[in-house]
């Protein structure tokens, strides 16, 4: 039997991204379920955007930010910052929502602004690629038979998935109007990613059901 190296290739890069997305997604939703627990009996309050610090800068110059907010509890002033960096700097005063345990208020976090996020979006990326390649390919070669275009289902829900975790990370929720409270006009990008996956998705359904008739 005559063995391909292309072929072998491509299956470890496959494996390979697959195998880092599933790990990706457990750390993701591991730390997730643990932070939720964690803060289930914790307050709410809006944090203000002040100030930010150098999270990084690749090799390439490019810089991202550790952005600082400031919470009031009981009369005090507090400040929590982001665990990642984000590569926008928002406007002084935006409002991003901080979870703060009431009795200790300077042990606090953002909603959705932690690491797990980041996890959870690559993870999410590097697992969903390689299965919908396997997917498109079962489906090319007859294995799969499904009623609407793959492609077209795909890059809207693709569409749809990024800018939702677009909007939670900039504004700790799925919902846009957070977003714009804390990123301003910036967070019309991932609302309209929204807007179009859902219309793409909605789209290549009807018209599968239309040439199925």
């Known amino acids: ?62 810089t991202t930010y550790r952005l600082k907010y400031v919470f009031y509890s009981g009369g005090a002033e507090y400040f929590v910052e982001t665990d990642y960096g984000s590569g926008v700097i928002p406007e002084i005063d935006s409002v991003r929502t901080v979870l703060y345990e009431p009795e200790n208020p300077e042990n606090a976090i953002i909603k959705g602004g932690t690491a797990s996020v980041t996890y959870l979006t690559i993870g999410f990326m590097f697992t969903f690629i390689p299965l919908f390649m396997i997917f498109c390919w079962l489906w090319i070669n007859g294995k799969i038979k499904v009623h609407v275009n793959v492609f077209d289902f795909t890059a809207g829900f693709l569409i749809f998935a990024v800018g939702e975790l677009c909007l939670y990370m900039m504004g700790g929720s799925a919902f846009p109007w957070k977003a714009f409270g804390s990123m301003g006009f910036l967070a019309i990008i991932p609302t309209l990613m929204v807007v179009v996956g859902i219309f793409q998705m909605v789209k290549t359904v009807v018209n599968g059901k239309k040439e199925k008739k």
């Open 1 to 62: 039997m005559k063995i391909n190296p292309k072929k072998i290739v491509i299956v470890l890069l496959f494996s390979a991204a697959l195998l880092s997305g599933i790990v990706l997604l457990f750390f993701g939703i591991k730390n997730s379920v643990s932070l939720a627990i964690k803060t289930k009996d914790w307050f709410e309050a809006p944090g203000y955007f002040r100030d930010y610090s150098i999270y990084d800068i690749d090799d390439d110059g490019e």
